[in-house]
């Protein structure tokens, strides 16, 4: 069943985000994948996360399709123009990827090479009004295309939005659910209480997946609460981390626990990011039985 399917006949849907590597050797990424291979629905591949320079979403996809394993291809507005990334989409079509997520691009000033030029030319829903009308079979000229491509397509929701931003953010949600997104993934939860408030406001259907983020140390998770815009992480999660004498498993139960509870709330699905750890996803699956 593919993504698509499963989005729309209600199943819990398993991703999980693999990072293209920095360099041209795609061994590792492979390797770490097939060890999930049948038990995630699709793999996220991430388009230069947090700006730091990797091989491209789209190449990763290629690459993936290649070896069987169904992709959600990320496009980004940071760093192509309209051309670009109306050319991107059209070759991801054509390649077979039948998954594709609007992402805006982390800010360019953090990353490795900060001396770059930001793009966007599009902002996020110029993006995705630009998908829309390449479903519809016409290019941002009006152009009629040699074949339209069709994708289920997803965008980012911003779970902890504060005040005033929260209203915004739901407005932005309607306008992209206007668009055709079928699924909406969101930044990494850890106070599920929190969230369950921030579901109970939504008014739009949507299929929400939360980002569940393997931590990798009490000191991650610190830093993480103290100065990531959005993200809570409660005390009790890095005091629990502080004590265990298996830190790596602690945080492997910490993320398996959060996947079941989001399982339990009625979630269409969630995003598992291990940032570096995608050997450990498997253990992170067996230990959420999912």
């Given at each position: 069943m593919s993504l698509?399917?499963?989005i729309r006949a209600g199943k819990f849907v398993l991703l999980g985000e693999f990072e293209p590597p920095k360099g041209a050797d795609f061994s590792g990424l492979?390797?770490?994948a097939l060890l999930t291979k049948g038990r995630l629905d699709a793999v996220v591949v991430p388009e230069m996360?947090?700006?730091v320079l990797k091989a491209s979403s789209l190449g990763g996809c290629a690459f993936f399709q290649k070896e069987g394993i169904?992709?959600?291809?990320?496009?980004?507005?940071?760093?192509?123009?309209?051309l670009a990334l109306q050319a991107d989409i059209l070759a991801a079509s054509a390649l077979g990827i039948k998954n594709i997520m609007a992402v805006p691009g982390d800010d360019i000033r953090f990353g490795d090479h900060p001396q770059a030029r930001t793009v966007n030319d599009l902002d996020l829903?110029?993006?995705l009004e630009t998908i829309h009308r390449l479903h519809e079979g016409r290019d941002l000229s009006g152009i009629e295309l040699r074949g339209a491509p069709s994708f289920c397509l997803g965008s980012t929701m911003d779970a902890g939005a504060p005040g005033g931003l929260l209203t915004i953010e739901m407005e932005n949600l309607k306008r992209k659910v206007d668009l055709g997104i079928e699924f909406a993934i969101t930044n990494p939860i850890f106070d599920l209480r929190r969230f369950d408030q921030f579901i109970k406001r939504l008014e739009v259907k949507i299929s929400v997946m939360p980002t569940v983020l393997l931590l990798k140390s009490a000191g991650m998770a610190r830093y993480i609460d103290r100065n990531v815009k959005?993200?809570?992480?409660?005390?009790e999660t890095i005091t629990r981390i502080q004590k265990?004498?298996?830190k790596v498993k602690e945080c492997v139960l910490i993320a398996a626990e959060t996947i079941a509870r989001i399982k339990d709330m009625g979630m269409a699905g969630v995003l598992i990011s291990t940032v570096g750890w995608e050997d450990k996803l498997p253990w992170v699956l067996d230990e959420a039985k999912v």
């Open positions: 698509q399917d499963r492979l390797k770490n996360a947090n700006a169904e992709t959600v291809f990320q496009v980004c507005c940071r760093d192509r123009n309209r829903i110029g993006l959005g993200i809570s992480i409660p005390q265990a004498s298996d």
